[in-house]
T-cell receptor, first 111, second 111 residues
Framework: AQSVTQLDSQVPVFEEAPVELRCNYSSSVSVYLFWYVQYPNQGLQLLLKYLSGSTLVESINGFEAEFNKSQTSFHLRKPSVHISDTAEYFCAVCNTGKLIFGQGTTLQVKP | ETGVTQTPRHLVMGMTNKKSLKCEQHLGHNAMYWYKQSAKKPLELMFVYNFKEQTENNSVPSRFSPECPNSSHLFLHLHTLQPEDSALYLC??????????FGEGSRLTVL
C-alpha cells in the first residue's frame, strides 16, 4: 500500500529565513506528487504538483519541490519565508486516481 | 474561491439528531470526494463518486450516508453520530488527474 510520511509535524522559522518541509512516499509504481496548503479556517489549496518531466517544480509564490525518485522524496523548499506563509502543508501522492495525504506539517513563521 | 462550496460552515448537533452537509461544485468535474480532517491525524478519505456512482467507501460507519444526485452536488447525511465524529469535513472535486479542488469545509461538533 502507498503511504506518505511528513517527517516534521511542526517547523518554526523566522521571517526571511529559508525552510524545507520534508516528504517521503512509498510506492512501487509511477506516481503523481502534490503539495497542498491549508490556511487557518480554510480548505486545502494546491501549491504545486509533479506529474512528469522536469523534477523541479515551482509555485507562483516562491515555493519549489524536487522529485527524487531514488530517495522517494518530494521535499518542499522556499529560500525566504514570509509571515503569510504560516499554514499547514500537506504532501500527497496519487496513483490510480486515489490521493493519499501525509500527516501535515505546520509551518510557523515568526517575525 | 475554489469553485467548491460547502454548507453549512459550522454545525453543532446532538447524538440523536439528523443533519446533512451539502457540497456543490461549479467546475464541471466528474469526481467528488468527502474527506474527514481530525486534529493530529492525516486526512481520511471517506467516499468517492465518479459520474454520480460511488466508487470508494473507505470502511465508513453507516451513520454517515452519502448521496450524489448529479455530478455537481454531493451530500453527507448524518444520523446518530458520536462525539468522536466531531471534525472538519472537506468536500473536493476533481477531473480524475489527482488534482483536487477543496471546499472550505464544514466544522462539525457532536455533543
Amino acid at each position: 500500500a502507498q503511504s506518505v510520511t511528513q517527517l516534521d509535524s511542526q517547523v518554526p522559522v523566522f521571517e526571511e529565513a529559508p525552510v524545507e518541509l520534508r516528504c517521503n512516499y512509498s510506492s512501487s509504481v509511477s506516481v503523481y506528487l502534490f503539495w497542498y496548503v491549508q490556511y487557518p479556517n480554510q480548505g486545502l489549496q494546491l501549491l504545486l504538483k509533479y506529474l512528469s518531466g522536469s523534477t523541479l517544480v515551482e509555485s507562483i509564490n516562491g515555493f519549489e519541490a524536487e522529485f527524487n525518485k531514488s530517495q522517494t522524496s518530494f521535499h518542499l523548499r522556499k529560500p525566504s519565508v514570509h509571515i503569510s506563509d504560516t499554514a499547514e502543508y500537506f504532501c500527497a501522492v496519487c496513483n490510480t486516481g486515489k490521493l493519499i495525504f501525509g500527516q501535515g506539517t505546520t509551518l510557523q513563521v515568526k517575525p | 474561491e475554489t469553485g467548491v462550496t460547502q454548507t453549512p460552515r459550522h454545525l453543532v448537533m446532538g447524538m440523536t439528531n439528523k443533519k446533512s452537509l451539502k457540497c456543490e461544485q461549479h467546475l464541471g468535474h466528474n469526481a467528488m470526494y468527502w474527506y474527514k480532517q481530525s486534529a493530529k491525524k492525516p486526512l481520511e478519505l471517506m467516499f468517492v463518486y465518479n459520474f454520480k456512482e460511488q466508487t470508494e467507501n473507505n470502511s465508513v460507519p453507516s451513520r454517515f450516508s452519502p448521496e450524489c444526485p448529479n455530478s455537481s452536488h454531493l451530500f453527507l447525511h448524518l444520523h446518530t453520530l458520536q462525539p468522536e465524529d466531531s471534525a472538519l469535513y472537506l468536500c473536493a472535486s476533481s477531473q480524475g488527474d489527482g488534482e483536487l479542488f477543496f471546499g472550505e469545509g464544514s466544522r462539525l461538533t457532536v455533543l
